[in-house]
């Protein structure tokens, strides 16, 4: 049974950081590639971040390029989002996914932890 599992959220003012953490399990991790993704009430779910299963290959959302950071340690099937001067905007649940380093669509989601920055 996969199970991707988020952790890290929290309440936060404006300015401070948070690192989120997301582990596998029941997957081969090393062979996956793994997506960070947010939805704030409202709004669709969107893109933040990518690694690529060997963590060689990175992308970020533009609205986040430059203040968060993601990266992952395969021996601990584990993927991170470094998230620095956070903003209210910044807002959301985020949820980590996995998809499979041959395929295109995510395979798994996690169920998401709350992130709120006040301002």
């Known amino acids: 049974q996969v199970q991707l599992v988020e952790s890290g959220g929290g309440l936060v003012q404006a300015g401070d950081s948070l690192r989120l953490s997301c582990t596998a399990s029941?997957?081969?991790?090393?062979?996956?590639?793994m997506g960070w993704f947010r939805q704030a009430p409202g709004k669709e779910r969107e893109f933040v971040a990518f690694i690529s299963w060997s963590g060689g290959t990175t992308e970020y959302a533009d609205s986040v390029k430059g203040r968060f950071t993601v990266s992952r340690d395969n021996a601990k099937s584990t993927v991170y989002l470094q998230m620095n001067t956070l903003k209210p905007d910044d807002t959301a649940v985020y949820y980590c996914?996995?998809?499979?380093?041959?395929?295109?669509?995510?395979?798994?989601w996690g169920q998401g932890t709350q992130v709120t920055v006040s301002s």
């Open positions: 996914a996995a998809r499979r380093y041959t395929k295109l669509e995510y395979d798994y």
């Open positions: 029941g997957v081969t991790f090393r062979i996956y590639h």
